[in-house]
């Protein structure tokens, strides 16, 4: 009866770390360390889907990637790295070997600063592998103060950093 209840409660355990990975929800903060809302992260089978609830973001484009490092030190989040490129290959999706894994399209936010918008990102997962947003570590999602020309190294000529969120290690 006892090693029945640890069978049931190893089972439990595992579902529930199966469940943990399958979303997660990040919370990004500007350099204020103001929340500016959040991003949740569901796996898909060829990706994950990435729902954007902010509000107070400057109206405009501004670019928007995973980066390397799960570490968001306001003002600069220089301390998330450089972009989240398991391949080592060069930026941007209008770049001879480009994309890096973690780059996406720009966000395009309207005048009120407020953007709800789903974004599937194919090669990043949420679970195992040299891909995985919960590699040791960690990775973070950053948006920037400006847009990304999708082509300029090492990161699109996209300015600073506006907002940071952790996404954490395994
Ligand atoms: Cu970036
Ligand atoms: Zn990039």
């Not at 484009?61 to 790295?81: I, L, R, V, Y």
Request: aromatic share 6%; with cysteine.
């Amino acid at each position: 009866m006892r090693s029945l209840r640890f069978i049931l409660s190893v089972t439990a355990l595992t579902f529930i770390a199966h469940v943990a990975n399958a979303a997660t929800t990040v919370v990004l903060k500007n350099a204020k360390n103001e929340s500016i809302g959040t991003a949740k992260l569901t796996a898909l089978t060829n990706g994950v889907k990435i729902d954007l609830d902010l509000k107070n973001v400057p109206a405009g484009e501004h670019a928007f990637h995973f980066h390397e490092t799960g570490s968001c030190q306001a003002p600069t989040f220089d301390s998330a790295g450089g972009h989240f490129a398991p391949a080592k290959n060069p930026h941007g999706f209008d770049a001879a070997q480009g994309p890096h894994a973690g780059d996406m399209p720009n966000l395009m936010v309207p005048a009120d600063g407020k953007l709800r918008q789903e974004i599937i990102n194919t090669q990043v997962t949420l679970g195992k592998g040299a891909n995985s947003l919960h590699k040791a570590g960690g990775t973070a999602l950053v948006i920037h103060d400006k847009a990304d020309d999708y082509k300029s190294q090492p990161s699109g000529n996209a300015g600073g950093r506006w907002a940071c969120g952790e996404i954490k290690g395994e």
